[in-house]
């Protein structure tokens, strides 16, 4: 059973580009949330998704963040014009369902870097 | 809103010692509570969980932990530390109802000397 994949595993961009970061949930998950790491910071929550609908994406930046989870398909973190700031790794976890005890499962992470 | 602290960035032990990573936090609602272990470049791992069960929690590797409400506290523990623990450990609440988004600690990275 394929576990959570991202891809790419590494990205570097210049400013001013587009970044599109992708995530592939566990087979039989519906819910896809987005966490952002800085170096020395913890995991902080982007975005929380179901298929077609975006729940919660109290923590995306107002500007150049957008997320899509399509009927088919992966879910897509896109960053527009990215800027040194946005250099990071980005999580993508998935599951099964939406309550708080449900366990996300982890992606291994895009690394953005942004020269 | 929800909160996690974790006291130490850094803990190093020896080898055979005991583990001890603290974490503390602050929900409005009861919480579910969480520990993940990252490896160097990798995803996060859960280690355990505490979803108002059984208030001592094991887990995966030896690991376990106590949710001690009036500490608001959910340490975890290990009696005898590998070298393969060596990694960053986060700790992490979620609410109920609602977006269930985890809310993490800054982590702790954990050092195991031979």
């Known amino acids: 059973n394929a576990g959570v994949m991202q891809n790419p595993r590494h990205l570097v961009r210049r400013r001013g580009q587009e970044a599109r970061l992708r995530c592939s949930p566990m087979?039989?998950?519906?819910?896809v949330y987005w966490y952002r790491q800085l170096p020395e910071e913890g995991l902080k929550f982007m975005v929380y998704?179901?298929?077609?609908?975006?729940?919660?994406e109290s923590g995306m930046p107002k500007e150049r963040f957008s997320a899509e989870f399509p009927k088919e398909g992966p879910s897509i973190l896109r960053i527009q014009q990215v800027v040194r700031g946005d250099s990071a790794a980005y999580f993508c976890?998935?599951?099964?369902?939406?309550?708080?005890?449900?366990?996300?499962?982890f992606g291994p992470g895009t690394r953005l870097l942004v020269l | 809103a929800q909160s996690v602290t974790q006291l130490g960035s850094h803990v190093s032990v020896s080898e055979g010692a005991l583990v001890l990573l603290r974490c503390n936090y602050s929900?409005?609602?009861?919480?579910?509570l969480f520990w993940y272990v990252q490896y160097p470049n990798q995803g996060l791992q859960l280690l355990l969980k505490?979803?108002?069960?059984?208030?001592l929690v094991k887990g995966i590797n030896g690991f376990e932990a106590e949710f001690k409400k009036s500490e608001t506290s959910f340490h975890l523990t290990k009696p005898s530390a590998h070298m393969s623990d060596a990694a960053e450990y986060f700790c992490?609440?979620?609410?109920?109802?609602?977006?269930?988004?985890?809310?993490f600690g800054k982590g702790t990275k954990l050092t195991v000397n031979p």
């Open positions: 976890a998935s599951s099964p369902g939406s309550s708080g005890q449900e366990t996300q499962y």
């Open positions: 087979k039989g998950h519906s819910h």
């Open positions: 998704l179901q298929k077609e609908n975006i729940i919660d």
């Open positions: 929900s409005s609602v009861p919480p579910y």
């Open positions: 505490y979803t108002s069960a059984a208030t």
């Open positions: 992490a609440v979620s609410g109920r109802g609602g977006s269930e988004k985890l809310v």
